[in-house]
C-alpha cells in the first residue's frame, strides 16, 4: 500500500462547482433593469411616474433574485448527485483495483517500486535532485501538477516524473469554456485530487503492455502532500491543434499509430479498465515510432464486462454523442465506457488524416450540438477501406459502432502489416505450464 493513501482531501468537488455557478449567476441577477438611458427619456426624480418606475424594478430584482437562487438551488442538487455518482464509481473502481493487487492478482513481470522517503538535494552542479533524480526540465502540467524529466544519477536513465499536489483542484466551470479549451480541457466532475492521483496509481501498478506507459516507481512526499510518479520517458507526442495541414500526417503513419492505440487499448479493455480520456494530448510517441498511451487519471475500472458510466470527464469534440446526451441530464443517463473509447479512436485517427475535428462548434454546447446532431463528413476522394473504418468509428449509435475487436479484424488496419499480434499479458505467460517455465510463455508471445 503506498503510504498516505488514508489522506483524504475535505474540500469537496460540489463545494467549488456551487461557488463558480454562483459568481456566474450573481452576475446574471439584475443584469436585466432598464435603466433611465435605456427608456429612452429622463424620469424627473419624485414624481409618481419615477416612484412608480422604481417600484417596477424593484420587483423586477426581487423576481430575478428568487427566480437565481432556486436556478442555484437546482444546480446544486444536480452537481451533488454527480458528486454522488462519480465518487461512488471511483470507490468500485478502487475497491477492485485494492482487491487485484492484495491477491496479486496483476499483469506486470516486476512490481512498482514504492518509496517512502524522499531526501532533496543539489547535485554538483547545483541541479536539484530528489532522492537519486536529478532535474532537468519541466516537460508538460495538468490539473492537478507538472511534469518534469529527471536522470537517474546511478543507471544515467531519463524519467518523466509526475509531480501531483493531493489538494489542488483547478475548476473550470461550463459557461468559462472558450473554442480553444474544447480539444484540451475535461469538463465533467472527477472528486478529488487524492482520489484521481491514487487510482491513476493503483490502475497503472496492475498493468504492463508495450503501449501503455510504464510507471516505474512511485515516491510519497507527505510532508508536501504530493506524490511523485516516476514513468518511463516518452521522448514526444503527436499534437492536434485541429488546424493542421490538410492530410494530417498521412495514412501509412496513421495506421501504424491506430495499431498501437487498438492494441494499448484492447488491452485495458480485456482488463475491464476504461481509459476515458482517448485524444492526441495523452498518445506518446517512442523514438522508434511506438505509441503509448498515457494519463489515467479519469479512468474506471469494473468487475466484469457492465462498463456502464453517467458522466463522461472526457475532453468535449472527442466525446462520444450518447456522452453528450448524458450531459444533458439532470442525474445522467447510462452509456457504456468501452464504446466511448472507440468513439474517441475515431475522432483521433479523422485528426491524423484529415488535419481536423470531425465536429467542433464555437461553444461547449455548439460542440455537443454537433456531435449528436451533425452528419460525418468525409472527403469525396478518401481511400474507400479508410471511409468504411471512420464510419464505422464514428457512428453515432454506440450499439452500431465498430468494437475495437472489428477494428482490429479491418482491412485498412491489417493493411500491409497483417493481423495485429496478440499481446499475453505477464499473468497469463506466468502461468504458462503452471508456472514453472514463464519463458516457454515469453516465446509463444515471440512466435518461436
Known sequence: MVKGEGRRCM?????????????????????????????????????????????????????????????????????????????????????????????????????????????????????????????????????????????????????????????????????????????????????????????EILIMKVLEHPNIVNLIEVIDDPSMDQFYMVLEYVESKWVCDGSGPPGGIGEDTAKKYVRDIVSGLMYLHDHNIVHGDIKPDNLLITSTGKVKIGDFSVSQVFENDNDELRRSPGTPVFTAPECCLAQDQPTGSVYHGKAADTWAVGVTLYCMVLGKYPFLGETLQDTYEKIVNSPLILPNDLNLELRSLLEGLLCKDPKERMTLNDVAKHPWVIGKYGPIPQYMCWCKRNNTDDGRNPIRGMMILNGN
Open 11 to 199: 474540500i469537496g468537488v460540489g463545494i467549488w462547482k456551487q461557488i463558480e455557478i454562483g459568481r456566474g449567476r450573481r452576475k446574471e441577477i439584475g443584469a436585466g433593469v432598464t435603466t433611465e438611458k435605456e427608456m429612452g427619456k429622463k424620469v424627473k426624480k419624485g414624481t409618481k411616474e419615477w416612484n412608480r418606475k422604481q417600484e417596477r424594478e424593484r420587483r423586477s430584482d426581487r423576481s430575478r433574485d428568487k427566480m437565481g437562487i432556486l436556478k442555484l438551488k437546482m444546480m446544486a442538487m444536480v452537481i451533488k448527485i454527480d458528486e454522488v455518482e462519480s465518487i461512488g464509481r471511483a470507490k468500485r473502481s478502487e475497491e477492485i483495483l485494492r482487491f487485484k493487487l492484495d491477491n496479486g492478482l496483476i499483469c506486470r513481470q516486476f512490481p512498482v517500486k514504492e518509496t517512502n522517503r524522499i531526501v532533496r538535494s543539489e547535485d554538483e552542479n547545483g541541479n536539484k535532485m530528489i532522492n537519486e533524480y536529478v532535474r532537468e526540465y519541466k516537460i508538460g502540467s495538468g490539473s492537478y501538477g507538472k511534469v518534469v524529466l529527471y536522470r537517474n544519477s546511478i543507471d544515467g536513465g531519463h524519467y518523466a516524473i509526475k509531480v501531483s499536489s493531493l489538494f489542488r483542484y483547478e475548476v473550470f466551470p461550463l459557461r468559462a469554456f472558450h473554442k480553444s479549451h474544447l480539444s484540451k480541457l475535461r469538463v465533467a466532475l472527477t472528486e478529488t485530487a487524492l482520489t484521481d492521483v491514487l487510482r
